[in-house]
């Protein structure tokens, strides 16, 4: 009869417990690692919708956020009503968003300009659909959710613009200034201020004849102390340029970037005025659109809408533009990041 010994295993020496305890460390954290990347590129591409009592939120593709999936996310949520005002509205997706809730039975009201979006009248059911043709563009970028929820930008409903070009979009819950919007857009013009989460919010509703849409720009350049960033997709308006000229001779440090293909173009007038005078100019680089019209006061003023910085934009354009004052530290990160992004994909000219 054989007999086999079962062979001891010695147990694991201090050093082997060690080496172990460590290996099992260093999975736990790069696990934990793992989820909170992944975590954090997700809250990146897919931002959260904007809230009651909070500040208004911002949102640009040029900072790896997902803008067609943000504004889809916010349709699909709709439970009672949808305004919007858009002068490009052709994107699939959207389109598709808007019919289901069409066939949800929601009141539905839809303005856009010929002239930049084909015909829609038949691919919505149950949508009241205005197509709005006059001398001037009508080219606002609103969408109004539920009476409550606001995205305003530069972002047409393209495509190409949500996905592509280079846009940035300010997102509120606020009941009084939806319904001003709902009121007036976008066939008459109106401003009113309002505060958003203990912010302060201005909007104007272009054209503005009289001009004082214009003032108050020029105002708020000529308050400037320190520092203005100008992001424009066409810069051509006169006393625009000589406002900015006359921001950067009392000292204020100013920086201009210009869509290349604007900038090549329809302004690059001003764009010689401004380098005339000293004013830093440069011009985005990349087959894409620089579509941006913002202006960033002092770190602490943001001013941005549809309205490009020209004549048309202002007296004869349905356009607009939003101001947010008092930036809270968490739109100046975003405003930060967005800017860095501006200047590092365009080029001195």
């Known amino acids: 009869m054989a007999f086999f010994q079962t062979k001891r295993i010695p147990p694991p020496t201090p050093l082997e ?12 954290s790069v696990f934990f690692i793992l989820v909170l990347s992944a975590s954090i590129i997700r809250h990146s591409l897919y931002p959260e919708l904007p809230k009651f009592n909070e ?4 949102y640009s593709n040029q900072c790896q956020q997902d803008l067609r999936f943000t504004l889809l996310d916010a349709i699909s949520q709709a439970k009672q009503s949808i305004h919007l005002v858009m002068f490009g509205l052709s994107d699939p997706a ?20 010929p002239k930049g979006s084909p015909k829609i009248r038949n691919l919505i059911e149950n949508a009241h659909i ?8 009508m080219h606002q970028k609103i969408l109004v959710l539920d009476d409550e929820m606001i995205f305003i930008g530069s972002a047409n409903m393209t495509t190409s613009s949500l996905r592509m070009h280079d846009n940035l979009v300010v997102g509120f819950m606020n009941r009084k200034a939806a319904k001003f919007l709902q009121e007036k857009t976008p066939n008459s013009s109106g401003y ?10 201005e909007i104007w509703l272009l054209p503005d004849p009289r001009g ?4 108050d720009l020029k105002k708020k350049i000529h308050a400037a102390t320190r520092s203005i960033r100008i992001a424009q997709f066409t810069y051509t308006h006169p006393a625009l340029i000589d406002e900015v000229i006359a921001a950067k001779n009392r000292g204020v440090a100013v920086s201009v970037v210009i869509d290349m293909h604007s900038g090549l173009g329809a302004s690059a007038k001003g764009i010689e005025q401004l380098k005339r005078a000293g004013v830093k100019v440069s011009l985005s680089q990349g087959v894409q659109l620089m579509h941006h019209k913002f202006i960033w006061i002092d770190e602490q003023t943001l001013l941005t809408g549809s309205a490009n910085w020209t004549k ?3 007296y004869k354009n349905s356009d607009c533009f939003i101001a947010l004052h008092n930036l809270t530290p968490e ?6 990041r967005l800017w860095s992004r501006v200047e590092t994909e365009s080029k001195v000219f």
């Open 17 to 28: 417990q060690t080496q172990k305890k460590r290996k099992s460390l260093l999975t736990v």
């Open 55 to 58: 500040p208004p939120r911002l």
């Open 94 to 113: 959207i389109l598709s968003a808007v019919g289901k809730k069409g066939k949800e039975e929601l009141a539905i009201n839809i303005y856009y300009d």
């Open 130 to 137: 205005f197509p709005i043709a006059r001398s001037g563009l």
């Open 192 to 201: 009113m201020r309002t505060t958003v989460g203990g912010q302060e919010v």
């Open 212 to 215: 004082h849409a214009l003032n």
């Open 312 to 314: 048309a934009a202002f």
């Open 331 to 336: 739109q100046k990160r975003f405003m930060k």
